[in-house]
């Protein structure tokens, strides 16, 4: 891992590499589930964005998702079935997406580029990765 001012957020929703000097590979970690973002990760990746576009040793992004089968299905409906279902076993308490939109790109402010490497699927709130701009 390079040297950074500061280390980068960690999350179970995404893994992290580097392939290149000032390249970062985000990929969505969720191949079993095609990929899809709870609540929690949501807020995960808005860190994460947040944290790229303040470190110097990085000038571009890359997400991608895991698995060969799915991009990213969007959000993770499975999640929220569960709590509609049980909502005292809450497994979110940020119920709603960071100001930065969905997987915190969506919306996001960024200064510097993201790339959407599209490997399958890309599904409601997915395909708004893929329409980053």
């Known amino acids: 891992m390079p040297p950074f001012t500061t280390p980068p957020p960690q999350s ?3 893994v992290l590499s580097y392939p290149a000097p000032g390249v970062l590979l985000v990929t969505i970690n969720r191949a079993r589930n095609m990929n899809a973002i ?3 990760g949501h807020w995960d990746l808005h860190a994460l964005w947040a944290w790229f576009d303040d470190e110097h040793t990085l000038q571009i992004g890359i997400v991608t998702g895991a698995g060969d ?3 990213c299905a969007g959000q993770d409906l499975l999640e929220i079935e569960r709590n509609s279902k049980n ?3 809450n497994a979110s308490p940020l119920k709603g997406h960071p100001p930065s939109g969905f997987a915190g790109l969506s919306q996001r402010k960024g200064k510097k580029p993201v790339i959407a490497a599209v490997n399958g699927f890309a599904f409601g709130g997915g395909f708004e ?3 980053n701009w």
Do not use: G, N
């Open 129 to 131: 990765i893929c329409l």
């Open 69 to 71: 089968k799915a991009f």
């Open 38 to 40: 709870p609540y929690q």
């Open 12 to 14: 179970t929703i995404y």
């Open 87 to 89: 909502p005292t076993t």
